[in-house]
């Protein structure tokens, strides 16, 4: 395609090339998100002052406190949340979480110090906090989701590279329900190449970056040619790239994917250090203690609820309650791992059965270990697999210091060869009720996926990364996305 061409392509889906848009409607959920905390903050505190006599507050009252708003903007905006593009889910997590602490405290403090006592309003307060990230992320993601389907939001980008790192690139900006980079134009310097690529066009030019700010304003350029030598990426980025106000460089790290990656200085010669952070005896005490309190907690909340599952599963099919089946932990040692039985009794038996007449069935276990229509699974079976919650006694090995609440899905020994090379790497921590692959692609996830979404986790993990696939697992179990 030339220039002349790729200008009519244009112009016809795109006006805009800010963010601005982007940036207003994140100030304007938050805004809501904000308040609704507040609402909630105040509403818990005026139930629990009837039951307890804690003094009085209205719930209306809480939109009196809207002139605090803008400090909660104002904060957001230090921590770079506007428009906090292409942000890693856990970083806008930690964001939102230190601005809202920073916040209420603020509020909380100046309160103290104008009445000198404290009051059910600063409760209020100390509960909005706790839930404020909560609701925050919550009104973003459907703040992305309208942006996405309305085309309204995203940033117009020039991707430098039609190679595998390019196509890679694109497919993933391509792919992204949300509303950051939208790439229109692939800049590329084999002439032999195709004219578009995945519906967007492709200009066998790459020294044409000045020409295109200067037409269209386009403000950000990808770089995906970690193949180019030195000097000619050198020139390209001088010449070309400098042209556009934000560029990325995506080198050649394919075996890397870490947003931790921190640069050293050895006498000059610049290191990347991407260190395993669960490696750290302080990291994993953390994880640790995540782990305990959020067993604790969560178990208290629910513990109705799995007395009620256990009694109907006494009812709906003859057999134990429980089911535990024997996995391979950390460092390949293995244990039982506990969960509620959904299939009849005998299942082992009825599966080789199921294999010996139905070939095409068998042929899909050995891919996946897993059956979509598996005719052994109770009534009950179906509802508690839908919505993962047969693996809630899985509770029991956290609390026994064999699984973790987030990390790899724990295996069988027959599933070791699907990992590969990857394994023992991969099983070097604790496996986890939930993970990185399973509130991304769960039972639809081929094990190159799984592999790729586990070694993410490994490379990146934070406790902000852990609460984040917690918040996401609330939302998978709830609508029962992928599972069978």
Not at 215 to 238: C, G, S
């Amino acid at each position: 395609m030339i220039l002349s061409e790729f200008d009519i392509w244009y112009r016809k889906r795109y006006r805009r090339t800010s963010s601005s848009l982007t940036s207003v409607s994140f100030i304007i959920s938050d805004f809501a998100a904000v308040l609704i905390t507040f609402a909630w903050g105040f509403f818990l505190v005026r139930v629990y002052g009837f039951i307890h006599d804690y003094g009085s507050i209205n719930a209306k009252s809480f939109i009196t406190y809207w002139r605090y708003l803008p400090a909660f903007i104002v904060i957001f905006y230090i921590l770079q949340l506007y428009p906090g593009i292409s942000l890693a889910p856990s970083e806008e997590l930690r964001r939102f979480s230190i601005g809202s602490v920073i916040v209420y405290g603020g509020i909380i403090l100046s309160r103290l110090i104008e009445y000198g006592y404290w009051d059910s309003i600063n409760t209020a307060f100390i509960i909005s906090c706790i839930f404020s990230t909560f609701f925050l992320l919550i009104t973003r993601s459907i703040v992305h989701w309208l942006l996405h389907i309305t085309s309204l939001g995203g940033i117009p980008t020039v991707i430098y590279g039609s190679g595998g790192t390019g196509r890679l690139v694109l497919k993933c900006l391509l792919d992204k329900r949300k509303s950051d980079y939208i790439p229109v134009l692939i800049l590329d310097d084999n002439p032999e190449g195709e004219d578009t690529h995945m519906g967007i066009p492709v200009i066998h030019d790459t020294t044409i970056g000045q020409e295109i700010v200067k037409r269209y304003k386009i403000k950000m350029a990808i770089v995906a040619m970690p193949n180019l030598e030195p000097q000619k990426l050198k020139n390209l980025i001088n010449t070309s790239v400098s042209a556009f106000r934000y560029n990325v460089i995506i080198p050649d790290y394919s075996s890397i994917s870490t947003i931790w990656m921190s640069v050293r200085d050895f006498n000059g010669i610049l290191g990347i250090d991407i260190s395993n952070k669960l490696k750290l005896k302080w990291n994993q005490g953390v994880k640790r203690f995540l782990d305990i309190m959020m067993v604790i907690t969560g178990g208290i909340l629910i513990l109705p609820l799995l007395l009620i599952i256990a009694l109907i599963i006494k009812i709906n099919s003859p057999g134990p309650v429980l089911y535990k089946h024997k996995r391979l932990g950390k460092n390949g040692k293995y244990f039982y791992a506990y969960k509620f039985r959904s299939m009849v009794v005998d299942a082992e038996q009825q599966l080789h059965k199921i294999f010996d007449t139905n070939p095409e069935l068998k042929s899909e276990w050995e891919k996946t270990h897993k059956l979509q229509n598996d005719p052994r699974i109770t009534g009950i079976g179906k509802i508690l697999r839908r919505t993962s919650i047969d693996e809630f006694p899985q509770l029991i090995n956290i609390i026994k210091g064999e699984m973790s609440v987030v990390g790899p899905r724990p295996i069988v020994e027959e599933e070791v060869k699907k990992y590969g090379d990857s394994y023992n790497r991969i099983f070097s921590i604790k496996p986890g009720l939930s993970g990185m692959w399973q509130v991304s692609g769960r039972s639809h996830a081929n094990y190159h996926d799984r592999i790729t979404y586990d070694s993410y986790y490994l490379q990146n993990w934070s406790i902000w990364l852990d609460l984040w696939i917690i918040f996401r697992t609330i939302g998978v179990v709830l609508f029962g996305k992928g599972a069978y």
